[in-house]
Antibody, heavy 122, light 111 residues
């Protein structure tokens, strides 16, 4: 099972930007896709975005469309989430999630990273 | 988009069985087999319990089982143990708007 680790979280002012990274434990991604899921403090889970690895498909939740951009660098086994025009409502732990199990079953069934905290505050 | 509907809390005594419901629509649970359940302990990342409606993930106890009927999915925990005390989330693939995923509102299980 490939492990994922997020990084890049921190404190940012409203209207600011932050770039998160999701790095796989293997030299290249072996999955077909990676999701970002977030969880605001004391709240539930919210799907944010999906990136097809090795393809061009990118899907975004309405709450982040036009502000967040996902990109991948397969040669560096890293996925990036560029977050712009951040608001207080974007404060959350952000998890990257493997779309697939090693057995081949997909649709957000794979490994979850430990998460990285993004705090938007003035 | 609106979260799937789960009860806010469910409680049970050790050894008992409990069931958590998850109600969606004909655009998510009612249409697709891609319904999952996650367990989350405080301060930890969610852990996959069930995928594709009723398939247990690797290493998950037989005490966890799940099913789906119409627009509602259910997770049953039998032989409740203290370690089962956690938050539980259902999740479904959806095409309400774009292909995406919608989570349940979460259920706190107290043992």
């Amino acid at each position: 099972q490939v492990h994922l680790v997020e990084s890049g979280g921190g404190v940012v002012q409203p209207g600011g930007s932050l770039k998160l990274s999701c790095t796989a434990s293997t030299s290249t991604f072996t999955t077909s896709g990676i999701h970002w899921v977030r969880q605001a403090p004391g709240k539930g889970l919210e799907w944010v975005t999906f990136a097809q690895i090795g393809g061009n498909r990118r899907d975004y939740a309405d709450s982040v469309k036009g502000r967040f951009t996902i990109s991948s660098d397969n040669s560096e086994n890293t996925l990036y989430l560029q977050m712009d025009s951040l608001t207080l409502e974007d404060t959350a732990v952000y998890y990257c999630v493997d779309d697939c199990l090693s057995s081949g079953a997909c649709y957000m069934t794979g490994f979850w990273g430990p998460g990285t905290l993004v705090t938007v505050s003035s | 988009q609106s979260a799937l509907t789960q009860p806010a809390s469910v409680s049970g005594s050790p050894g008992q069985s409990i069931t958590i419901s998850c109600t969606g629509t004909s655009s998510d649970i009612g249409r697709y087999k891609y319904v999952s359940w996650f367990q989350q302990h405080p301060g930890k990342a969610p852990k996959l319990l069930i995928y594709e409606v009723n398939n247990r993930a690797s290493g998950i106890s037989l005490r966890f089982s799940a099913s789906k009927s119409g627009n509602t999915a259910s997770l049953t925990i039998s032989g409740l143990q203290a370690e089962d005390e956690a938050d539980y989330y259902c999740c479904s693939f959806t095409t309400r708007t774009i292909p995406s995923f919608v989570f349940g509102s979460g259920t706190r299980v107290t043992v």
